[in-house]
C-alpha cells in the first residue's frame, strides 16, 4: 500500500502543488509554519475523512479561498485507485473514488490506511481518556466500517440527549424522549465496545512486545480496557452488552436529569497503561512514557497490516527530534517493509539513515 501522488489546491497554506512519492521513504524538511504537517494531513484526510488537527472542513480551506480539493493516487491491493476530496465554504464536502461518489468515510478507508504519528502523541498515557479513546476510534474508523457507523450514530445520539437534559428544565415534557434515546445508546455502545475492547486485547499483544524490545528487556506493558462498571465481561454477546449498559443507565437515570449531564455510557472509556505493574500515567518517567506510547503506535501498525495484508503508510510528523538516539534508531529499524513520510527541521541526521526521496518545503511549496 502506497500513495504515489498528492495534488493539493487551496488546502492550508498550499496553493497548487503536485507531488511524486517513493515507494519507500519520503523525508519533509523545512523550518516550522511551512506546512510539513499540512501535507501529512491531506494524505491521513485521504485515507479517513477526518483531519487529526481540524474540527471542521472550513479550518482546512486556504485564506481568500472559496474551496480546496485533494486528489491521491494510491496503490493498494495490487490495484491503481484515483480519490478526490473537494472542501467548500458553507457546504457539503464531496468525496469519490475512481469517480464514483463515496457515500461515507468508509469508502476512503477501504482504500487507504494510515497510522499518523504526531509529537503530543507522545503524551498519550499522561493525557486524559479521551485521547486515549481517540486513539482508538481514529484507528478502528479505518480497519472497520460498522465501526465508524456506530460511533457516527453514537456521538448523534449523545448530542440529542444532552440537548435534551440541558432544555428539560424549561420544557420538562422532552424527559418523555430519554427512554428512546437510552436504549438506543446501549445498543450502539454495545458495538463500540466489542470492537475496543478486541483493538485493546491486539494493541497489547503486539505493544508488550515492542515495549520490551525498546527498554532492553527491562520493562513489561500491560493494556486494560476500561469501560462502565457494570459490564463484567467486554467481550460477551451483542445482548448481553446491551443488558449491561441498561442496567448502568437506569442507575444513573436520576443523577443525569439533576447534573443535565450524560454520566453513562463508553463515551467515558479507557485505556489503563501499566508498566512492570504501575500505572504509566501516575507513576512512570518521562522517558517510559515515550517508550510506551511509541509502542502503542508500532503496534497500531501491526494491526492495520495484519487486518489488510499489507502495512499502511506511516506518517511520523517531527517525532524524531523529540527522542533520544536510542529510540530514533529502534523506530527507523522497526519501520522498514511499507511506505514511511517523516518530517523534520532538518534532514542532515535522515539522510545518513534513510534512502528514498527528500522535500524541502518553504511556505506552502517544495523548494
Known amino acids: 500500500m502506497r500513495i504515489e501522488r498528492l495534488e493539493l489546491d487551496g488546502f492550508r497554506n498550499y496553493d497548487r502543488q503536485a507531488l511524486t512519492f517513493d515507494a519507500a521513504c519520503n523525508v519533509i524538511y523545512g523550518e516550522n509554519a511551512q506546512g510539513k504537517t499540512n501535507l501529512l494531513e491531506a494524505i491521513v484526510l485521504l485515507s479517513c475523512g477526518k483531519s487529526p488537527r481540524a474540527h471542521s472542513d472550513k479550518e482546512l480551506i486556504g485564506f481568500q479561498r472559496d474551496g480546496a480539493k485533494i486528489i491521491g493516487g494510491v496503490y493498494a491491493r495490487e490495484r491503481d485507485f484515483h480519490m478526490e476530496i473537494t472542501l467548500n465554504r458553507g457546504k457539503r464536502r464531496k468525496m469519490s473514488v475512481n469517480g464514483v461518489p463515496a457515500k461515507s468515510n468508509a469508502a476512503l478507508s477501504d482504500v487507504l490506511h494510515t497510522v499518523f504519528f504526531a509529537p503530543e502523541d507522545l503524551f498519550l498515557i499522561r493525557d486524559g481518556a479521551a485521547a486515549r479513546r481517540k486513539f482508538m476510534d481514529i484507528s478502528l474508523c479505518q480497519l472497520r466500517p460498522r465501526y465508524a457507523s456506530a460511533l457516527a450514530e453514537y456521538h448523534r445520539l449523545y448530542e440529542h440527549k444532552t440537548r435534551i437534559l440541558r432544555d428539560s428544565e424549561e420544557c420538562p415534557q422532552l424527559l418523555a424522549m430519554l427512554p428512546d434515546f437510552n436504549m438506543r445508546l446501549c445498543e450502539v455502545g454495545a458495538v463500540l465496545i466489542h470492537y475496543r475492547a478486541r483493538f485493546c486485547r491486539a494493541l497489547q499483544e503486539y505493544a508488550a512486545q ?158
Open 210 to 367: 515492542a515495549h520490551l524490545e525498546c527498554s532492553g528487556g527491562r520493562e513489561e506493558l500491560t493494556l486494560a480496557y476500561q469501560t462502565v462498571k457494570t459490564v463484567e465481561n467486554p467481550f460477551a454477546p451483542h445482548a448481553e452488552l446491551v443488558s449491561a449498559l441498561t442496567e448502568h443507565q437506569n442507575s444513573h437515570y436520576q443523577a443525569e436529569i439533576a447534573s443535565k449531564l450524560c454520566l453513562s455510557g463508553p463515551h467515558k472509556d479507557d485505556v489503563e497503561v501499566t508498566i512492570n505493574g504501575r500505572s504509566a500515567r501516575q507513576f512512570c518517567s518521562q522517558g517510559q512514557v515515550r517508550t510506551a506510547a511509541l509502542s502503542l503506535k508500532l503496534a497500531e501498525r501491526e494491526i492495520h497490516k495484519n487486518a489488510i495484508g499489507e502495512y499502511p503508510v506511516m506518517l511520523l510528523d517531527d517525532v524524531l527530534s523529540e527522542l533520544d538516539p536510542k529510540r530514533q534508531e529502534y523506530v527507523l529499524n522497526r519501520i522498514s517493509g511499507g511506505q514511511v513520510f517523516i518530517t523534520c527541521c532538518e534532514n542532515d541526521r535522515l539522510d545518513a539513515l534513510l534512502q528514498g526521496k527528500v522535500f524541502h518545503i518553504h511556505n506552502g511549496e517544495v523548494l
